[in-house]
């Protein structure tokens, strides 16, 4: 059964950095597209990034210059490196695997909370 | 940015009942649509892609239609298990972007 399971969470001061993870298991990462979705308290879903399996990434304009995604092959993990954090980045963050026939999150984590506030 | 709507914002339905939802891009995106629902704490789950196939697993009474720029999912019998938030997604163009979603809540 495929897990992705995201830890890195937490409350952060605007300004600040955080590196979620996202570890998989019975999927191989660097084999998949994998992505970020993000969801605000109370609101709808948002893309954040996406990786393709060339090692390209894409970034929503919302934290496009403040967000990496990346990943380590030897652990099977995929990661989302936050800087410059503001207070609408707050969110449940969720890890993905987006189905590269139809472009849709087929496999979800169950989600880190990213709270960002002084 | 493909901007997508949804409505109603709340669904009252009764157990049993059938439910409409409706989903409207803001541009045309053939039938690049999907359906998510999500449960109270849980992730979102895929349950159609390309406007009415249902992903693996999901039952039958869970249908969907439509094509370019309004789309429609039916819940044909609700059970006590699909009152949920559900949300619509479009992947005809970058950025992907969905809905603000609908709840289905108990009438």
Redo the contacts between chains.
């Keep these: 059964e495929v897990q992705l399971v995201e830890t890195g969470g937490g409350l952060i001061q605007p300004g600040g950095s955080l590196r979620l993870s996202c570890a998989a298991s019975d999927i191989t990462v660097s084999n998949n597209y994998m992505a970020w979705v993000r969801q605000a308290p109370g609101?709808?879903?948002?893309?954040v990034s996406v990786i393709y399996t060339d090692d390209s990434s894409?970034y929503?304009?919302s934290v496009k210059g403040r967000f990496t995604i990346s990943r380590d092959n030897s652990k099977n993990t995929l990661y989302l490196q936050m800087s410059s954090l503001r207070a609408d980045d707050t969110a449940i963050y969720?890890c993905a695997r987006l189905?590269s026939s139809?472009?849709?999150?087929?496999y979800?984590?169950?989600?880190t909370l990213v709270a960002v506030s002084s | 940015e493909i901007v997508m709507t949804q409505s109603p914002a709340t669904l009252s339905v009764s157990p049993g009942e059938r439910a409409t939802l409706s989903c409207r891009a803001s541009q045309n995106v053939n039938t690049n649509l999907a359906w998510y629902q999500q449960r109270p704490g849980q992730a979102p789950r895929l349950l159609i892609f390309g406007a009415s196939t249902r992903a693996t697993g999901i039952p039958a009474r869970f249908s969907g239609s439509g094509s370019g720029t309004e789309f429609t999912l039916t819940i044909s019998s609700l059970q006590s298990e699909d009152f949920a938030v559900y949300h619509c997604q479009q992947y005809n163009n970058w950025p992907l972007t969905f809905g603000p979603g609908t709840k289905v809540d108990i009438k």
């Design positions: 609101k709808g879903l948002e893309w894409y929503a304009d969720y189905y139809a472009l849709t999150f087929d979800w984590g169950q989600g």
